[in-house]
Structures are given as structure tokens and as C-alpha cells.
């Protein structure tokens, strides 16, 4: 009991903490306390917090967390617009600091020290942080996210029905879907040479769509959701959880993925080795899904 306690304060507390980071981040890139206002939507993870501990003991639902909703309600707003930001500011940006080596970390830390060593004051110490570059920070934030949702559903107490090795295998899952949605968000927005709101637009649209598979715990449930009960003989009670993978696959990620590569090779004319192989990959995952829903079907009617 305590330490399902402590663990769903703990996650949800991590949640927050992000939350106001990126909120922070905004503030600082547009120069506008207005944006403080973003923290009304993390207000919304501690009344969740508030109402678990008290009616469910910090117990999640089965089917879907409300604290991982939520917390992508909270951070999804900020990298939008830090994303339109930086896409659209590009050319003013002023020279900074890079963390995409070794060498440019240790010279920040070293800057850092100095800046310490010479009793600078804290605001000019704090304003090494905003100095890291645009692109940095915008990935560092969604770095931070995917790793935190994926701990937090590891650390957040599961609800009843869910096992182990249900949430073993949808943790799994997890670690290689956040890999496939970083690399599309990192990769595609940074092959848009040209100024495309519109596409951006569609990027972060099907990016938003694909944080969906985190709340949910379908694709590992061989179980009816609770108020349906399927047929004993239906092909979803055999097959319900292979059957949802195949439905978030192909309209939740490797589906719209694959639209949005074919988008940005054959309407923007922009074509490298990365951007084939990933598109070679959605289409084989896309083919291999519709191959795996025939066998389903066929094995299904076989049985019967």
C-alpha cells in the first residue's frame, strides 16, 4: 500500500516537473509571461493525483492511464509551440551551444564553472541554460517525455486485471515505439528545408495522433473491456490482442508515418538515404500487418 502510494506521487510528480519545464522553455523563447498560463493544464495531474490516492489508493484502470493523458495534454501544447517557433525563426537564431558532442558538454560545463569560480550571480549563471540551441532543447523535451512515459508506466501502480508479463510485453513495446516517433519527429521536421507551416502542421498532427498507443493497453490485453463481452467464439476473444496491434500500427503510427515520408519525398522533392530506409520500413511494416490480419482471419475460420 505504501509503496503504491509513493510510486503514483512520485510518477505524477515527474509528470509535472517536465510539464513546467517545457512551459519554462516557452516563456523564455517568447518573451511573454502570458504563457505561464500553460500551467493551468498541469494543474489538472495533481487533482487527478488528489482523486486516485483517495478513491482508488493510487491504483490505474486497466485499459487506460488518466495520468499519462494527461500529462501529454500538458507537455504536447509547449513543444508545438516551441517546434513553430524554431521552424519559423531559423535564419535569427544566434549562435549557441551545442550538447551533440562531448566536447561542446565539457566546454558548457567548464563555462559553467568559471561563471561560479567568479561569484557571477545566479541570473547570470541561469542564463547559460536558455543558451543551448533551439533544436537542443526541443529534443532534449522530447527525449525527457518518451523516457518518462515510459517509466512512469512502468512505475505507475497497474489496475486490476493487468499482470506482470502484460506489462512486461507492453513495456517492450513501448521502448521501440517511442524510438520510431523521436527518430519521425527529429528527422522529418528537420529534412523541411523550406518555410511549410502547413506541413509542420501535419507533422505534429500525426505525431500528436501516435502518443496515442501510450495511455492505452490494448495491444497486450486478451480480455474484453469491462461492460463487453464478446462472443466466446467471436475472432476478438481469440485474437483481440493481436488484432489491436494490427489496428494501431496501421492507423496510429506506421500507417500515417508512411504517408507523411511519401509526402516530403514526392511533393518536396527532398529524398536521402535515412528518409528511404524509414520509408522502406513503414511500407514493409504496413504490408507485414495487412499479411498478419489475413493469417488471423484465416486461422480464425479454420477453427470454425
Not at 83 to 110: A, R, V, Y
Not at 183 to 209: C, G, N, R
Not at 272 to 283: E, G, S
Request: net charge neutral; proline share 3%.
Amino acid at each position: 500500500m505504501i509503496v503504491k502510494f509513493i510510486c503514483a506521487t512520485i510518477t505524477r510528480s515527474l509528470f509535472i516537473l517536465v510539464s513546467l519545464m517545457g512551459v519554462w522553455r516557452v516563456t523564455h523563447v517568447k518573451n511573454d509571461k502570458l504563457y505561464w498560463l500553460l500551467t493551468i493544464l498541469s494543474l489538472l495531474l495533481v487533482v487527478e493525483m488528489i482523486i486516485t490516492l483517495k478513491r482508488r489508493n493510487g491504483s490505474g484502470y486497466k485499459w487506460f492511464s488518466p495520468a499519462i493523458v494527461l500529462f501529454l495534454l500538458s507537455i504536447i501544447p509547449t513543444i508545438w509551440i516551441l517546434e513553430f517557433h524554431h521552424q519559423h525563426h531559423k535564419s535569427e537564431e544566434k549562435k549557441c551551444g551545442h550538447l551533440d558532442s562531448p566536447e561542446s558538454i565539457e566546454k558548457m560545463m567548464n563555462d559553467w564553472k568559471n561563471s561560479s569560480n567568479q561569484n557571477s550571480s545566479n541570473t547570470t549563471q541561469m542564463q547559460m541554460l536558455p543558451s543551448v540551441c533551439a533544436n537542443d532543447w526541443i529534443l532534449a523535451l522530447h527525449q525527457m517525455m518518451l523516457i518518462l512515459l515510459i517509466v512512469g508506466k512502468w512505475l505507475l501502480p497497474s489496475g486490476v486485471g493487468v499482470t506482470r508479463d502484460q506489462l512486461s510485453q507492453l513495456l517492450l513495446v513501448f521502448v521501440g515505439i517511442a524510438a520510431d516517433i523521436l527518430e519521425f519527429t527529429s528527422e522529418t521536421l528537420s529534412d523541411l528545408k523550406q518555410s511549410s507551416p502547413h506541413m509542420v502542421y501535419i507533422i505534429l498532427a500525426v505525431w500528436t495522433w501516435s502518443m496515442l498507443q501510450f495511455p492505452l493497453n490494448l495491444s497486450v490485453m486478451t480480455s474484453d473491456p469491462e461492460g463487453y463481452a464478446a462472443p466466446e467464439n467471436s475472432i476478438l476473444s481469440r485474437h483481440g490482442a493481436d488484432i489491436w496491434q494490427v489496428v494501431e500500427s496501421l492507423f496510429i503510427m506506421d500507417g500515417p508515418f508512411l504517408v507523411v515520408r511519401l509526402t516530403v519525398m514526392f511533393h518536396f522533392g527532398i529524398v536521402h538515404q535515412m528518409l528511404i530506409f524509414f520509408t522502406i520500413k513503414n511500407f514493409l511494416v504496413v504490408i507485414l500487418n495487412f499479411y498478419r490480419l489475413h493469417i488471423i482471419c484465416q486461422d480464425y475460420k479454420s477453427s470454425m
